[in-house]
């Protein structure tokens, strides 16, 4: 019961939203789940007294980490593809194809990466940050009309390249899912703002990675 108590609490505190279940987040119970499959492996070894059944049973136990070793010599790439970020690729596209008349605007979920970057590397445009209104705003409706005091620069530029993180979805310190009215249930929050993006001229995503994503918008001329 020592050992079971830790998991009825983490599951309780995930069910009230107050504990992830995820990653670095389940390190802490690691050690019982070794407990528990080294007396397993204890028990078994002392039920089979064939070594063939041993053997076969270590297999077993090692047969996923040894796939999930090959599976990174072969594709390294995909080596812990959750903890890669592409944010120095993205902002060296927009660099190279950055023009005159252009201006940049990073949506808040990417600022702390194009901080880190720019000054890093000195790039030839200097970006809108965007501000976060989620705080203020009571829909999303709503958070687009706060999001106007941003969108005011655009006034006069020919295109503008829009770039926002795709993979996290909250800043530091937010609370879980909450504004609700901005985490809807299979719904990807970022998805009305580029809907509205899109309304306001020739709408292409020109860089797509794990996690940032840039778009570029051509605005809509006045005839």
């Not at 505190?13 to 992830?20: D, T």
Request: glycine fraction near 4%; hydrophobic fraction near 40%; proline fraction near 5%.
């Amino acid at each position: 019961m020592i050992l079971l108590f830790p998991f009825l609490f983490v599951f309780l505190a995930s069910g009230l939203k107050l504990y992830p279940l995820d990653e670095r987040f389940w390190v802490f119970i690691c050690p019982v789940l070794i407990l528990f499959i080294a007396k397993g492996t204890d028990e078994v070894s002392e039920f089979f007294s064939g070594y063939k059944v041993k053997i076969l049973f270590a297999i077993l136990l090692l047969t996923g980490p040894v796939y999930s070793c090959i599976q990174s010599f072969i594709f390294p790439d995909n080596f812990i593809i959750h903890k890669k970020s592409f944010e120095r690729q993205a902002l060296a596209y927009v660099n190279d194809n950055f023009k005159e008349g252009d201006i940049v605007y990073v949506y808040w979920n990417d600022i702390p990466g194009y901080r880190f970057y720019k000054n890093t590397y000195p790039y030839n445009f200097k970006a809108i940050e965007g501000k976060d209104y989620r705080k203020v705003s009571t829909s999303y409706p709503d958070y687009l009309k706060h999001l106007q005091q941003d969108f005011k620069s655009f006034k006069g530029k020919k295109r503008i390249w829009l770039i926002y993180n795709d993979h996290f979805y909250t800043d530091i310190g937010d609370e879980i899912d909450q504004p609700d009215w901005y985490y809807l249930k299979n719904t990807n929050p970022t998805q009305p703002l580029t809907n509205y993006f899109s309304t306001l001229g020739n709408y292409q995503s020109v860089y797509t990675s794990f996690d940032v994503n840039v778009s570029l918008i051509t605005l809509k001329t006045k005839e």
